[in-house]
């Protein structure tokens, strides 16, 4: 690794969560970062240079929003040049949608931009929040062996692994190891030493200006099959009014009933314009649509193959392809594209 004499610059955006708490007489209460030190005294033995923001008004990440990603990604786009590098401390129920969200607001990224947070709050005796602080802290300050930043995406880091933002998934709400990328090798690896999985960094070819974006449109919805749906709630949920997308949530391979009046709704609501995304239920592996007849007759009714998207990263592609001013049938072209890593193309 490449030494430099100049100490890391870092940018803490602390959106609110567990993270940042400590016990008060009245309970558990978000602290005032900018006496981080105070809270966190470890954190000055890195030898960094750390200045911090907040949110108003800490968030308990459930009430996370489109317009709550906007302030995260101005708050990183107007300093984008003054560091090196960005932490986000974010509670980890949503955790994953906003590591999602951000990878595709934060176009041409070409700094780290990790995100953490933890299952016990700082001011907790026993805690995993120092730890993961202290741990995204030096990730977001490493460099390669160029001096170039190392992670040059937005990723989770998170007890012991750095994941890609836009393939993690939280898949336990009591382990302290609470985020998985389940169909993209981990990035790193956080024990006595952090080690990078360097082959499966995110690096750009080409030098272009960070270009940040503002308008994700939430006008979609996810529709989970089960056996035993109805036909009532199938097209009740694909008529509803100002629906541009919906996130097709399929069984195994990305299948699903073949039953006529379930195809049948499905075709009409892609004629009418409606965009659906297929993205399996199963956490590992993804949808083939034409490996079953299952899967094909989705193909044919209009379907566009999310292959092994998470539904956080599918969710939040449409919200951004949608809100680009692209055709429908743009939209569907890039869905079946990967953007910024998000999925597996064969
Ligand atoms: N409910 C909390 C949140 O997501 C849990 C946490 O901080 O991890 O904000």
Request: glycine share 8%; aromatic share 10%; net charge negative.
């Amino acid at each position: 690794m490449a030494q430099t004499t100049a100490k890391p610059r870092i940018l803490i955006i602390y959106t609110g969560g567990t993270i940042g708490m400590v016990e008060t007489a009245d309970g558990l209460q978000p602290f005032d970062f900018s006496h981080l030190m105070d809270n966190v005294p470890k954190v000055g033995n890195l030898g960094y240079d750390i200045e911090s923001v907040q949110f108003p008004n800490p968030i308990d990440s459930s009430n996370m929003n489109p317009t709550y990603w906007g302030q995260i990604v101005k708050d990183i786009a107007d300093r984008y040049d003054e560091f090196d590098g960005f932490v986000v401390l974010h509670g980890t129920d949503t955790m994953a949608y906003t590591a999602s969200a951000l990878a595709f607001m934060l176009r041409n990224l070409r700094k780290p931009v990790v995100i953490t947070g933890s299952q016990l709050p700082i001011g907790d005796t026993r805690e995993d929040g120092t730890e993961n602080l202290i741990s995204a802290l030096q990730v977001a300050a490493a460099k390669d062996e160029n001096g170039d930043p190392m992670i040059q995406e937005v990723v989770i880091s998170f007890q012991d692994y750095i994941t890609r933002g836009c393939r993690s998934t939280k898949f336990t709400s009591t382990g302290f190891h609470a985020f998985k990328s389940f169909n993209y090798p981990v990035l790193g690896t956080i024990d006595l030493h952090i080690d990078y999985a360097q082959p499966y960094l995110m690096r750009h070819d080409e030098q272009l200006p960070l270009q940040p974006f503002y308008n994700m449109d939430p006008n979609i919805q996810v529709l989970w099959l089960y056996p035993g749906i109805t036909e009532e709630v199938v097209k009740a949920q694909l008529s509803i009014p100002g629906t541009k997308a919906v996130v097709l949530r399929t069984f195994g391979a990305g299948n699903a009933p073949t039953e006529k009046w379930f195809l049948d709704a499905l075709s009409e609501a892609v004629s009418r314009g409606l965009i659906i995304y297929n993205v399996t239920q199963c956490l590992n592996g993804g949808d083939e649509q034409k490996r079953y007849y299952t899967g094909d007759m989705l193909a044919k009714a209009g379907v566009v193959s999310g292959y092994d998207i998470t539904v956080e990263a599918a969710v939040t592609k449409l919200m951004y392809l949608l809100g680009s001013g692209l055709s429908t049938d743009e939209v569907k072209q890039y869905l079946g594209t990967s953007i910024v890593g998000e999925m597996t193309v064969d």
